[in-house]
């Protein structure tokens, strides 16, 4: 009988790596992938050769064993990801995994998605008598118009700034894919006086790169600069609950705007399958994952 082809984890490893995947996530997904290898050789399944009806059987065998949908669904997104690597090696020309998906985990709402106009009433309604509230609502415009998170926020620099092009530059990071949005004609007036005034009168002739600094251009958090912008915004709307769900109400609306690969551009989502979790967010969404029917369900 001929010897099963067992794949190398070396592979799965590097292009998880490249990915930007953390190391606890590799060490878990290499641990699944290993798994999965033993049951094909038990099987006598080639790796290469798999169908989609190899892989419902190998899911529906994990149920059997007692196995749980949340973690058959993390078991079939490591297959997702050797096989996607395979594919780009030119290894296989087809992903059996492509169009498989866990029915019967319970898909939630991200957060209270805020509604546009309110989005913009946080930003306009926004105090900017003091340097450190036009720093602040600054800060309030790239999230309600751009998206961006606390993070990067704090990463900006005054170099990614573009204010005669109307732009903003977001330095890529390891979760995030760097990427070149348009400001709104509000933010660009508010910006220039950010750094004309505010922002020197915050330095007190320091120097700092950073694009957001406090008073002093002393060192701070970010996370702790945004608590008393966020205790302002609540009081603006009662419903707001953090920045996260300003971002996801953000990327929400992007979502019923522009195409899911555009959307992923702009949010800087380095994989598109974080893209299509947010339309989690729309009721719409939800009421056809309702309906759709798996083999699993």
Same mark, same amino acid.
């Given at each position: 009988?001929?010897?099963?082809?067992?794949?190398?984890?070396?592979?799965?490893?590097?292009?998880?790596?490249?990915?930007?995947?953390?190391?606890?996530?590799?060490?878990?997904? =290499?641990?699944?992938?290993?798994?999965?290898?033993?049951?094909?050789?038990?099987?006598?399944?080639?790796?290469?050769?798999?169908?989609? #009806?190899?892989?419902?059987?190998?899911?529906?065998?994990?149920?059997?064993?007692?196995?749980?949908?949340?973690? =058959? #669904?993390?078991?079939?997104?490591?297959?997702?990801? %050797?096989?996607?690597?395979?594919? +780009?090696?030119? &290894?296989?020309?087809?992903?059996?995994?492509?169009?498989?998906?866990?029915?019967?985990?319970?898909?939630?709402?991200?957060?209270?998605?805020? *509604?546009?106009?309110?989005?913009?009433?946080?930003?306009?309604?926004?105090?900017?008598?003091?340097?450190?509230?036009?720093?602040?609502?600054?800060?309030?415009?790239?999230?309600?118009? #751009?998206?961006?998170?606390?993070?990067?926020?704090?990463?900006?620099?005054?170099?990614?700034?573009?204010?005669?092009?109307?732009?903003?530059?977001?330095?890529?990071?390891?979760?995030?894919?760097?990427?070149?949005?348009?400001?709104?004609?509000?933010?660009?007036?508010?910006? %220039?006086?950010?750094?004309?005034?505010?922002?020197?009168?915050?330095?007190?002739?320091?120097?700092?790169?950073?694009?957001?600094?406090?008073?002093?251009?002393?060192?701070?958090?970010?996370?702790?600069?945004?608590?008393?912008?966020?205790?302002?915004? &609540?009081? =603006?709307?009662?419903?707001?609950?953090?920045?996260?769900? =300003?971002?996801?109400?953000?990327?929400?609306?992007?979502?019923?705007?522009?195409?899911?690969? *555009?959307?992923?551009?702009?949010?800087?989502?380095?994989?598109?399958?974080?893209?299509?979790?947010? #339309?989690?967010?729309?009721?719409?969404?939800? +009421?056809?994952?309702?309906?759709?029917?798996?083999?699993?369900?």
């Amino acid at each position: 009988m001929p010897k099963i082809q067992i794949a190398n984890t070396e592979e799965l490893t590097s292009y998880l790596q490249e990915k930007g995947h953390t190391k606890k996530s590799i060490n878990s997904r =290499i641990l699944v992938f290993r798994q999965y290898c033993q049951w094909l050789e038990k099987e006598r399944l080639e790796i290469h050769e798999i169908r989609y #009806q190899d892989v419902l059987e190998y899911m529906r065998q994990c149920k059997l064993r007692g196995v749980k949908q949340r973690t =058959i #669904q993390h078991y079939i997104g490591t297959l997702k990801n %050797y096989y996607d690597y395979a594919l +780009q090696a030119g &290894k296989i020309t087809n992903n059996p995994t492509t169009h498989i998906e866990i029915k019967g985990i319970p898909r939630q709402q991200l957060h209270m998605v805020l *509604e546009p106009h309110t989005l913009h009433k946080l930003y306009h309604h926004y105090p900017n008598e003091s340097s450190e509230q036009q720093r602040n609502k600054v800060m309030i415009g790239l999230l309600v118009y #751009q998206g961006l998170t606390v993070s990067e926020l704090g990463r900006l620099e005054v170099k990614d700034i573009k204010l005669r092009e109307g732009k903003v530059e977001v330095p890529g990071s390891k979760k995030s894919n760097e990427r070149t949005l348009q400001l709104e004609s509000a933010q660009v007036m508010d910006i %220039y006086d950010y750094v004309l005034q505010a922002r020197k009168l915050l330095l007190e002739g320091q120097e700092n790169p950073l694009f957001f600094i406090a008073k002093d251009g002393k060192r701070y958090s970010i996370s702790g600069m945004m608590k008393p912008i966020m205790r302002q915004l &609540k009081k =603006i709307e009662k419903k707001v609950e953090n920045a996260n769900q =300003i971002r996801a109400s953000v990327i929400t609306h992007w979502l019923k705007k522009h195409n899911l690969r *555009e959307a992923q551009y702009k949010a800087g989502h380095r994989y598109i399958s974080s893209t299509e979790s947010y #339309q989690q967010n729309d009721t719409e969404s939800l +009421q056809r994952d309702i309906d759709q029917y798996h083999p699993l369900g």
